[in-house]
């Protein structure tokens, strides 16, 4: 069963994770496969920090959602806890994003499995099969026309649009989405209840209500009653020749416990209708406990995205993806850009 909220997982070196689920589908809006921003040597789409840098109006919101800028953007809300415990955040569960793919996967145990999502267009680069390593990478027609946020020199904080064209065949990259799927097996909890006899003063011939049996949906179920354990027929005894002993006094002794029985029952009722009772079986079954789910706190390995950048429980501080394009075809952009 998958959950839609992971507990947190803590590594020896007392490193928290805690999980952002991204359980529904995202869809960015079309203008995002243009919105390159200058990170290095390289152009790099759908780049969560876009909406908080650069415009909002343009990014914030529209190319990469909530649980996605928390992740990549996690270092600017902080490393470290009131202890001074380094807190780490990750994606799970892992929904990619409307139109998107799933390049890379690496199976960390029978339950668990983390996922790199590319968008349409772009294949992996630099990856090997069963590790999340590569980046996303499109190519570049030659003479292609590409517009991008870079910072001023000098102003690292201030960003200016850039038009390029591109005089030889390249490649852009775009920022990989990362995150776990975890499955997390929930055990039912039993409850055995049981159910009130019907009420009133019993006498010797007062028939018993048995205890309804145990089950896994706990629902109240009624049973039949059994007789009156002492206006039970009595065993017949036989002769060696097979005839039965005392037939005619059996007979007639059943014939007494009918009639009764039967009164019995009569006046059961009409002192029940008169008290204004419902029936025999008032007590209903509480509602089953809730299903405890098993912790989880296996440790997670380091999940790489792209040269450079890692997504692990251990990292400090999430760097940049480095240079997706070649540097020898990419135009000359200006000098000094910082982050």
């Not at 009764?260 to 204004?276: C, E």
């Amino acid at each position: 069963m998958m959950k839609t909220q992971f507990p947190p997982a803590t590594d020896a070196a007392g490193t928290v994770t805690i999980f952002v689920p991204l359980t529904t589908t995202f869809t960015a809006a079309p203008s995002c496969s243009t919105l390159f921003r200058q990170n290095g040597p390289s152009l790099v789409a759908y780049d969560p920090g876009y909406g908080l840098d650069i415009d909002m109006r343009a990014g914030g919101g529209r190319c990469a959602p909530g649980p996605v800028t928390t992740w990549w953007e996690q270092a600017r809300l902080g490393i470290n806890n009131d202890d001074g415990v380094h807190t780490a955040t990750s994606l799970g569960p892992l929904t990619c994003p409307d139109g998107w793919a799933t390049l890379a996967s690496s199976q960390k145990d029978a339950k668990s499995t983390v996922a790199m999502c590319c968008p349409f267009g772009y294949h992996l680069e630099n990856g090997y099969q069963g590790s999340i390593t590569g980046d996303c990478q499109s190519a570049v027609a030659s003479g292609a026309v590409l517009t991008y946020a870079a910072t001023i020199y000098g102003s690292p904080s201030v960003w200016q649009t850039e038009t390029t064209t591109l005089t030889t065949a390249s490649f852009v990259g775009a920022i990989a989405v990362v995150g776990w799927n975890i499955v997390v097996e929930e055990t039912p909890k039993t409850t055995t209840t049981a159910v009130a006899t019907g009420p009133g003063t019993s006498t010797s011939t007062t028939p018993t209500l048995p205890q309804l049996p145990n089950n896994t949906n706990l629902q109240p179920q009624q049973s039949e009653r059994n007789p009156p354990s002492s206006l039970s027929s009595p065993s017949s005894a036989e002769s060696s020749n097979g005839t039965p002993i005392g037939a005619s006094v059996g007979a007639s002794l059943g014939v007494v416990t009918l009639i009764m029985g039967a009164a019995w029952l009569v006046v059961r009722r009409r002192r029940k209708r008169s008290r204004g009772e419902i029936g025999e079986f008032d007590a209903l079954t509480p509602a089953p406990a809730p299903a405890e789910q098993p912790g989880w706190g296996a440790e997670l390995p380091a999940v790489p995205l792209g040269r450079g950048r890692t997504d692990t429980i251990d990292s400090k501080r999430p760097s940049e993806l480095s240079g997706a394009l070649d540097q020898r075809a990419v135009v000359e952009l200006d000098g000094g850009w910082q982050r």
